[in-house]
């Protein structure tokens, strides 16, 4: 049973494991300790687990599970980054926060459970999120299982490399300019951003930086991220806002094939010759499947963009500072951050209130303009990154002495496209269609109008079945 069982894993995505829980040809508790087993052979090699929760995982199994379980038994992980999960370690990738642990759920967890995952541990973050790389001198980094020379991406870079390596069929992330998409796109599976408002996020907070952040999944398989969508989506108790829900099932229109959609390019960024290569590859493949590519240009000034975002971010940070340091009785105290996150707070983490209106104005504001210049497309495309995943320790390589402009620069010439979507508010998704030369994933970056998720999904389908990546299975990995 034990072979079955990881025969299942290698080549199963979750919906299809969940299954066969629920007509009891897979026991719950063998599926838990093969899981386990994967853990432990190949961490080691990528660094992508925090907190083991193998103990409360195995109590969890004493709930009987249920038909209406579509995930019923089938183990995952959580991001730990700013999300909650009840008695486990809560890092936030930082010296800073302790051995802090807290007594509750996030919502998305608790709705998760609900769906009958099994919670196996915590994944890996760079500090509080602000990196395109996931490493950090609390927890080391974060190695992408195709090449471990080389960065799994960020900031749900723990999550990525386990559903990579084929440890999982999918993990909890979450996304405020892209870390759900760009480790999806350093490690060759599926990542997908919703439209604000459509996941909770309580109960902790009402939303996160102004509403650029989001949760949601890593997953295999394009079905697995719509079904957990379904069984996640949706307002939470005393939520500020909510986004409208579709008509039909996310999974449903996973399983429906796209109109012809009109699909704009992004025009006015550099890409490396592998990433332009990407995206000319992309767009045949498109037009092949009946859908019409044109260039576009966008309606806003991509620099004046990126250094708003940070009128956000800096803010946000020093707030949770703040908190940390009222909570343990002490502030906390330079020496206990990351280089970057010094940098951020130096030049943006005071500034003043009238500034940071200002600058959540500003996001609403493209948010409409970016509705009107969509009047005429269906999705937005480029490629999620403008150059393969760099090597560890390059990406990320900031002292003090640096400004915040280098820090924007260094990121965001990497990843031009993926913080567009969550300021506006935008469904967004890296899909996996094409290898570099080098055997390094990268992804093609599509973005849809507001709300319109079940769009994304079933373009998103549709080019699973052109191209499929599920048999793709990284040099490191669960299935030897």
């Known amino acids: 049973m034990s072979d079955d069982i990881h025969h299942l894993l290698d080549t199963s995505d979750g919906l299809a494991i969940g299954e066969q829980v629920a007509r009891g040809d897979v026991a719950p508790r063998d599926l838990l300790d ?13 660094n992508a687990v925090v907190d083991h929760l193998y103990d409360d995982a195995r109590a969890s199994l004493e709930h009987p599970f249920t038909a209406k379980m579509p995930f019923a038994g089938v183990p995952t992980l959580i991001k730990d980054l700013f999300s909650p999960v009840k008695g486990a ?10 051995d802090m642990r807290v007594p509750f759920d996030d919502e998305v ?36 299982p195709w090449n471990t020379d080389h960065s799994a991406g960020g900031s749900s870079g723990g999550a990525a490399a386990l559903v990579a390596a084929r440890v999982v069929p999918f993990a909890h992330g979450n996304d405020g300019g892209g870390s759900l998409r760009v480790p999806a796109s350093c490690c ?46 949706g307002m939470d108790t005393g939520a500020p806002y909510a986004a409208p829900r579709p008509d039909t099932t996310y999974l449903a229109s996973a399983g ?30 498109c037009e092949a499947l009946g859908h019409r590519a044109e260039r576009v240009t966008l309606p806003l000034n991509w620099d004046e963009f990126y250094d708003r975002c940070f009128d956000i971010i800096g803010p946000n940070t020093r707030q949770y500072l703040d908190m940390v340091g009222e909570q343990r009785g002490r502030a906390v105290a330079m020496d206990e951050l990351e280089p970057r996150t010094r ?17 959540v104005s500003y996001i609403h504001a493209l948010g409409r303009a970016m509705a009107t210049a969509m009047t005429d ?8 990154l403008s150059r393969q995943p760099p090597k560890i320790g390059t990406l990320d390589a900031f002292d003090e002495r640096l400004s915040l402009d280098d820090i ?35 992804g093609s970056h599509f973005g849809g109008r507001f709300g319109e998720e079940t769009r994304l999904f079933s373009l998103a389908a549709q080019l699973e079945e052109a191209r499929p990546w599920a048999g793709r299975i990284p040099p490191i990995n669960a299935c030897q």
């Open 34 to 46: 093969a899981v386990i087993t994967r853990i432990e052979a190949v961490d080691p090699a990528i």
């Open 89 to 98: 370690l809560m890092t936030n990738g930082s010296i800073s926060a302790g």
């Open 109 to 144: 967890v608790s709705r998760l459970r609900r769906a009958g995952v099994v919670l196996v541990g915590t994944t890996t973050a760079p500090e509080f999120g602000t990196s395109y790389t996931t490493e950090s001198t609390r927890l080391g980094a974060t190695r992408n």
């Open 188 to 233: 060759g599976v599926f990542g997908f951003k919703p439209s604000r408002g459509v996941m909770p996020s309580g109960p902790m907070t009402g939303e996160g930086w102004a509403g650029m952040s989001t949760a949601h999944v890593i997953t295999r398989s394009v079905r697995d991220s719509a079904a957990l969508l379904d069984a996640s989506a």
């Open 256 to 285: 429906r094939r796209p109109e012809a959609l009109r699909i704009g390019v992004i025009e006015g960024r550099e890409l490396s010759p592998e990433a332009k290569d990407v995206e000319e590859q992309t767009i045949a493949l």
């Open 343 to 359: 940098v951020i707070l130096r030049e943006r983490g005071s500034i003043s209130a009238p500034r940071y209106i200002s600058a």
């Open 377 to 384: 497309i269906d999705v937005i495309l480029s490629p999620t």
């Open 408 to 442: 924007i620069h260094a990121f965001h010439s990497y990843s031009p496209f993926t913080a567009l979507a969550n300021a506006t508010g935008q469904p967004a998704m890296s899909v996996p269609l094409f290898w570099t030369p080098d055997g390094l994933p990268l």
